[in-house]
């Protein structure tokens, strides 16, 4: 039962490349239109740990949609929005087709398949990052390995193996990434059968993206958090424009082991290893504006203003009912020179699997399913308060981008 636990609050926790690629002529999937931002929702089984994702496009964040023109994505893990490129995985637990699918823009502004590839089965393929137009990397956590493709062909490249960096009795599990300075940086959530961790440090592993090759990894156990990044919220790892530092959101044990806590990290620009001097403990912040401990980001967004936007867990808030659809998520922002943590109030709790942050016109983006509504809520920047509903949403809101 931990497994699924876990792994439900993680979504809300020889291979052979067989490229189906044909530039010229682009697929446009039924029930594909135009829109400047794409809205990913869940809709969940009555046991909540189960169910479908639908993605679209809306031309505006104001009234309401339903998923009738949606297309569907893998449960559990949004699609991966990267510029003009929207990469669609498969389910995150395997139950899907093991399938990667890249849609572009066309020149209309509608959804169009531009190639497919073919992934392992079961290979919890969890992000993709680009470092050039011509070379992706791909993690997948069950398989404890990243995969070079080129995302133009939808060719595989080369696989680089980190199962040589695995602590003992766990596996090594490549969560999310972010490149600096022609180098990869992939955090590694190292979580045994239970998708727990078993030491107190966090790892993440250098790759040369020239070379595609590991460079080292590295450990910060100082600070003593652990499960570095959430595999499905690429932006659990992001470069700061502000300091060029890369700032990163470690897990924890989501709140269920003690000790084993969850924050965020650091590692200074020009640098390859951790900054020992910089953490945040979230479990151990005191939370402005708020009475009740947190347990752990959920999804994390770097705000234009400079403060990070997340939707945080606080189990006190509802202890009763079914941990996949209890009502424990909050907005809160954060200051990462101060290392503060505030309470953003104006929309009751939400569930694990809405959890959305984005930001757009000003506005910070929060999606949220509780006894109200469905739907994104908007934080105006300025007056810094929400301002209500913007979008209603059929099933439970996990994901906003703006395209370009």
Same mark, same amino acid.
């Given at each position: ?151 133009? =062909?939808?060719?595989?490249?080369? %696989?680089?193996? $980190?199962? +040589?960096? *695995? ?5 090594? #599990?490549? &969560? ?122 959920? =999804?994390?967004?770097?705000?234009? %203003?400079?403060? $990070?936007? +997340?939707? *945080? ?5 509802? #202890?009763? &009912? ?83």
């Amino acid at each position: 039962m931990f497994k699924h636990l876990c792994s439900g609050l993680m979504f809300a926790l020889a291979l052979v490349a067989m490229p189906s690629c044909d530039k010229d002529t682009p697929n446009r999937p039924e029930g594909s239109k135009s829109g400047s931002f794409l809205i990913t929702t869940n809709v969940v089984n009555a046991d909540g740990a189960s169910g479908v994702s639908y993605f679209q496009t809306v031309g505006k964040m104001e009234g309401s949609v339903d998923n009738s023109q949606a297309l569907p994505a893998g449960f559990g893990v949004p699609p991966l929005v990267i510029g003009h490129h929207i990469f669609v995985l498969p389910d995150y637990m395997g139950s899907t087709k093991s399938v990667l699918t890249h849609y572009v823009k066309d020149n209309n502004g509608h959804l169009v398949e531009r190639g497919t590839l073919a992934l392992p089965a079961n290979s919890g393929a969890s992000n993709i990052v680009l470092a050039s137009e011509d070379k992706a990397y791909l993690s997948m956590q069950n398989l404890g390995i990243v995969m070079e493709f080129n995302p133009t =062909t939808m060719q595989k490249v080369r %696989d680089i193996d $980190l199962n +040589a960096l *695995a602590q003992p009795e766990v596996r090594v #599990a490549p &969560g999310a990434m972010v490149v600096r300075d022609g180098l990869l940086f992939v955090g590694l959530n190292q979580f045994d059968s239970q998708w727990m961790p078993h030491l107190k440090q966090a790892e993440v592993a250098v790759i040369d993206t020239k070379a595609g090759k590991l460079l080292k990894k590295i450990v910060e156990a100082k600070h003593q958090l652990s499960f570095a990044t959430r595999p499905i919220d690429a932006h659990s790892i992001f470069v700061n424009p502000k300091d060029g530092a890369i700032y990163l959101n470690c897990m924890g044990s989501f709140g269920f082991k003690p000790g084993f806590d969850g924050g965020i990290l650091r590692i200074k620009k020009g640098e390859t290893e951790f900054d020992a001097d910089y953490a945040l403990n979230i479990a151990q912040a005191k939370v402005e504006n708020f009475n009740h401990t947190l347990n752990y980001l959920g =999804t994390v967004r770097l705000g234009s %203003d400079g403060k $990070l936007y +997340a939707m *945080a867990a606080s189990y006190e808030l509802d #202890a009763s &009912g079914n941990p996949y659809l209890a009502k424990v998520m909050v907005p809160v922002s954060i200051d990462l020179e101060k290392r503060t943590v505030t309470y953003i109030p104006g929309v009751k709790p939400s569930n694990g699997h809405a959890v959305a942050v984005s930001e757009a016109n000003g506005k910070i983006y929060f999606g949220v399913s509780n006894a109200d509504d469905n739907g994104f809520y908007a934080y105006d920047l300025a007056t810094k308060k929400i301002t209500g509903l913007a979008l209603r949403v059929q099933g439970f809101p996990t994901q906003m981008e703006v395209l370009p």
